[in-house]
């Protein structure tokens, strides 16, 4: 019994730092080397958050178009990240990995990465794109959506009030008319009591 709790409490401290390292479901760890490369990843496996201590982050040789923002940002100890052979597409989410290529002291290591889309930029580097042909291939579709919703929820909040404006009118009205036909009905009960009391006399 004992010699099973000892094995566990070893086990779990043999797991330990790797567990605090929270490496990424499809990656390797070892020692501040993140090793992801050639696991015909895309875009969207990526982890939110690479360890805090890496080093090394290979991403090289998959499916990667771009990167999340913010991704490598916070990485006090990082040296090298390999992005090469991925089909990187230079449109607006390329935006992040090229702010943050041009902040780099290395960029010898990161002159192989080229665009593979849109067509009228496949083959150029990435690195040396300018914003505005990077902007030029955006699409703004989202902001004609995110208008047209805007202006939705405006004409159904005008709705909201227009209806809430009627709904208080018919129950003013309401009250207005049952107050009425309840002096109606209290006067004719009056008249009918006042009518029986003539009779009497």
């Excluded at 100890?77 to 780099?104: E, F, I, M, T």
């Excluded at 914003?131 to 579709?141: F, G, I, K, N, T």
């Excluded at 309401?174 to 309840?182: D, P, V």
Aim: charged letters at 20%; a neutral charge.
């Amino acid at each position: 019994m004992w010699g099973s709790r000892l094995f566990l409490a070893q086990l779990l401290c043999a797991l330990l730092p790797l567990l605090a390292t929270g490496c990424p479901s499809h990656c390797v760890c070892d020692r501040g080397e993140v090793t992801c490369s050639g696991r015909l990843l895309t875009s969207s496996d990526l982890p939110s958050a690479f360890p805090p201590d890496s080093t090394h982050i290979h991403l090289h040789d998959n499916r990667l178009t771009s990167l999340p923002g913010g991704l490598l940002d916070g990485l006090a100890h990082l040296r090298s990240v390999s992005l090469h052979g991925n089909p990187w597409a230079c449109d607006c989410a390329v935006l992040y990995l090229r702010g943050w290529l041009l902040k780099q002291h290395q960029s010898a290591l990161y002159r192989n990465l080229t665009c593979s889309s849109p067509p009228r930029l496949r083959g150029r580097l990435l690195m040396y794109l300018g914003e505005e042909e990077v902007l030029d291939s955006c699409q703004y579709w989202s902001c004609d959506l995110a208008l047209a919703s805007q202006v939705a929820l405006f004409v159904f909040i005008i709705l909201q009030a227009v209806l809430l404006a009627f709904l208080l009118f018919f129950l003013r009205r309401y009250e207005r008319l049952s107050r009425e036909a309840r002096r109606a009905l209290e006067e004719s009960s009056m008249g009918g009591e006042d009518c029986v009391k003539g009779r009497s006399d």
